[in-house]
């Protein structure tokens, strides 16, 4: 299984609070992803990053920020939790044209 | 706009039966397709196909892939129970973005 972890597995908080969810990543990869599933999306993407420092927008990225300050490590943080951010959310590495590993996932109530 | 279409959303068998799983997709700068298994928790890598006309297998699953009509299938022989899950295509454009389907929800009864 490749090195890939994410903290925490299980979630509940509040509306308005802030969340931050971490990827943790052994395998050296240049890319990292934040992706969320819902029943009957799939998943979609939150954003990427293709270096340290190096992020982007994916195409669900409103009310997410994203920060990668080392290569193993890629945060995504909730700014201000709402309802709708209730999901499953995936972290996902690749290294470049290969096929993308993910994580456990981090499943989030927001109350 | 990029996108990839897998069908049927859902399929029920029994054990023993052969199913065939369907990906077709309209992606700029096709790189390749890969297949998934989800059960209740991460996907999980199956296959990566990048050529056309050559099957991949790994015990009782097979692809291929036809970068001429832009679609793959996923086959699986003689199903069994632990093949319940849902099948996620994706296709890699370039070098690292990843355009997934909604999935295959497959349920294979005893």
């Keep these: 299984d490749a090195g890939i972890t994410q903290s925490p597995r299980h979630k509940v908080t509040e509306t308005g609070t802030p969340v931050t969810l971490r990827c943790h990543q052994t395998e050296n990869h240049r890319y990292m992803y934040w992706y969320r599933q ?16 190096d992020t982007d927008k994916g195409e669900v990225s409103d009310g997410y920020s994203v920060s990668r300050s080392k290569t193993e490590d890629f945060l995504l943080t909730l700014e201000s939790a709402t309802s709708s951010q209730t999901s499953v959310y995936f972290c996902a590495i690749s290294a470049e044209g290969y096929e993308q590993y993910f994580g456990p996932g981090t499943r989030l109530t927001v109350t | ?58 015990g009782r699953l097979s692809s291929i892939l036809d970068k001429k009509e832009l679609f793959s299938i996923l086959n699986i022989t003689a199903t069994q129970t632990g093949d319940s899950a849902i099948y996620l295509c994706a296709v890699l454009s370039g070098t690292y973005k990843y355009i997934f389907g909604t999935g295959t929800r497959l349920k294979v009864l005893a």
């Design chain 2, 1 to 58: 706009e990029d996108k990839v279409v897998q069908s049927p959303l859902s399929l029920v068998v029994h054990e023993g039966d052969t199913v065939t799983l369907n990906c077709s997709y309209e992606v700029t700068n096709f790189r390749s397709l890969l297949w998934y298994k989800q059960e209740k928790k991460a996907p999980t890598f199956l296959f990566m196909l990048t050529s056309s006309g050559i099957e991949k297998k790994s």
């Design chain 1, 38 to 53: 819902d029943p009957g999306h799939g998943l979609r993407l939150i954003h990427y990053s293709y270096g340290v420092k």
